[in-house]
């Protein structure tokens, strides 16, 4: 994991959180307990990279879900690989 991943990874994070403070019913979607990973479109390595973390999280039998960033929208779903 690389420092620039780490850092665009913050960085989505917190905007992830200000979007969620906005609309707390993103979170309804999300189990408790489960991961979740960003992923942002137009950025395949950050996108793989965390992809790859995803599951490794999902291989002892976790749940992890995608908060996904395309423009000013966010979509959350469920992981699949």
Request: glycine share 6%; with cysteine; proline share 2%.
């Amino acid at each position: 994991m690389t420092q620039k991943y780490i850092k665009k990874n913050l960085e989505l994070s917190l905007e992830f959180d200000r979007r969620v403070v906005r609309d707390p019913e993103i979170m309804a979607k999300i189990p408790s307990g489960a991961c979740i990973i960003i992923t942002t479109k137009g950025d395949e390595n950050f996108n793989r990279e965390s992809r790859s973390l995803a599951k490794e999280a999902t291989k002892s039998g976790g749940k992890c879900f995608e908060a996904k960033k395309e423009g000013n929208r966010w979509t959350v779903k469920q992981f699949a690989y």
